[in-house]
């Protein structure tokens, strides 16, 4: 079962302008919930992270926002850049184990 | 430390034969993970590690799988009679865990290829 879910496989944006990656949950004990993104061959790189008691995080060009009653987050990149061409996952976890990934979603900016 | 390291970066074998691949963790991380990506799929979870003790494994990981972590340190996952279906990028990650939520730093994964 998938307890985690990108439901946009892929997404183009024009550089310069905001990109919006979603993710929904079903599993309502996940408390902390991450962003990694992935180039070709290499492991995932942490981005961001939330906690389920705060409804946005914000670093740099990046932000991540969280509603719990949606069982929702996204993220924000503001401006997008070329450079942030890559595989963007949604991940959650509860009690502080395993982490629920989602299939990914793949970010193409357009110079 | 220059994070997590994982070893080989890629491995062909034939069906059948045995592989073992390596991570060695942050090293002050208590929690280290093992997990498969297949192409098209997120990570899917195996098994983790809280110091030496293991402590979950998933359904996926199956009585030809099995891993170690046997001082706390660096760990191995060892994969018996291959098979074309085990071909997947086996990544691994660490994490701090104590009181707080913290991420996990994953290594660069090991390719492993069955002809």
């Known amino acids: 079962d998938q307890q985690v879910k990108q439901n946009s496989p892929s997404l183009s944006v024009q550089e310069g302008r905001i990109s919006i990656l979603n993710c929904d949950y079903t599993?309502?004990?996940?408390?902390?919930f991450l962003w990694y993104k992935k180039y070709p061959a290499e492991g995932p790189t942490f981005l961001i992270s939330i906690s389920s008691i705060k409804d946005k995080n914000e670093d740099g060009r990046f932000t991540v926002f969280l509603n719990k009653s949606a069982k929702h987050l996204s993220l924000h990149i503001v401006p997008s850049q070329p450079g942030d061409s890559a595989v963007y996952f949604c991940a959650a976890s509860g009690t502080g184990n395993q982490f629920y990934f989602g299939t990914g979603t793949s970010l193409t900016v357009i110079p | 430390d220059t994070g997590v390291s994982q070893n080989p970066r890629h491995k062909i074998t034939k069906r059948g034969q045995n592989v073992t691949f390596r991570c060695d963790p942050i090293s002050e991380h208590n929690r280290l993970y093992w997990y498969r990506q297949t192409l098209g799929q997120g990570p899917e979870f195996l098994t983790y590690?809280?110091?030496?003790?293991?402590?979950?494994k998933s359904r996926l990981l199956s009585d030809r799988f099995s891993a170690e972590r046997p001082k706390g340190s660096f760990s191995t996952l060892e994969i018996q009679r291959t098979e074309q279906g085990d071909s997947a990028m086996y990544l691994c990650?660490?994490?701090?865990?104590?009181?707080?939520?913290?991420?996990?730093?994953f290594g660069q994964g090991t390719r492993l290829t069955v002809v």
């Open positions: 590690f809280q110091n030496e003790a293991q402590l979950e």
């Open positions: 990650a660490s994490r701090l865990q104590g009181g707080m939520n913290t991420e996990a730093f």
């Open positions: 599993n309502s004990m996940f408390d902390y």
